[in-house]
Every structure is written in C-alpha cells, then in structure tokens.
C-alpha cells in the first residue's frame, strides 16, 4: 500500500510543480508577445487549471502524503511538519488570492479588452506569486529527497 500511495504522491507532486513550472514559462513567453490577446486567454487557461487540475492534484498530494507518513514515519519530524506547512501555505495562497485574482483579470481582460492596465498589472502580480510559489515546491522537493534530520 505504501508503494502505491507514494506513486500517487509522486505523480500529483509532478502535477503541480510540473504545471507550475510550465504555466510560469508559458507567462513569460505570452508576455513577450506582440498579441494583446494571449495574456487574457493565458488566464482564462490559469484559471480553468487551477481548478480542474492543481487543486485536484494538490489535494490527493496532501492525502497520500498524510497516509504515507502515518504508516512510516512521524508527524514531529522537522522536514513533514515544514512540507507541509508549505503545501498549506501554497494551498492558502491559491485559494485565497490565485484563483480569486486570476477570475477577477480574466473578467477584467473581457469588460475592458486585451489591453486593460488593471488587468496587466494583475497578471503581472499573479506572475510574481507564482514564481515566489515555486521556490517553496523547491524547497518542499529538497526536503522529502534529503530528509533532513533523519
């Protein structure tokens, strides 16, 4: 069972860090773009991805993770108890101001067109975050290859 639940893991944490990799190289390019059109439609696609596959993913991570570490190791251990105050704060994060933000500049991009500053300057904030995110799934991914303290 705990091979199995740490493929589940393994692939979800893929999932998300993988996506969020992607989408930041993906928001870079569409930025660069000469077409006002794609950053209003990158966050549409942000948008529908969050919720049909991080927060998905996010959530089995978090569950097998929990099973994992009840069926061999210790909730006390320093490297669980960071993860997974990270996996809590990316979570927060997300549902709190991601995907409320990148609703409200998809919908900003549709009542005020491709090229809205308060739009813009939303994405860009949701860029940064984002990119700030990714450093915490680095050093999450550190921790359970290194186990510190074990």
Not at 18 to 35: E, K, T
Request: contains cysteine; glycine residues 6%; positive net charge.
């Amino acid at each position: 069972m705990y091979q199995l639940l740490l493929f589940v893991h393994i692939v979800c944490a893929v999932t998300w860090v993988g996506g969020a990799f992607f989408a930041q190289l993906l928001a870079i390019r569409v930025s660069r773009s000469d077409d006002p059109t794609e950053i209003p439609r990158l966050a549409r696609h942000f948008e529908a991805l969050g919720t049909w596959v991080f927060i998905p993913a996010a959530g089995l991570l978090l569950l097998s993770g929990l099973v994992m570490t009840a069926q061999a190791w210790s909730f006390g251990q320093g490297w669980i108890v960071v993860s997974m105050a990270l996996w809590l704060l990316s979570a927060v994060a997300g549902a709190a101001y991601v995907a409320p933000r990148a609703k409200q500049a998809a919908d900003l991009f549709e009542t005020e067109g491709p090229t809205s500053p308060a739009a813009m300057r939303l994405t860009q904030r949701l860029f940064l975050v984002s990119r700030l995110e990714l450093v915490s799934f680095a050093v999450v991914i550190a921790l359970m290859v290194f186990k510190p303290g074990l």
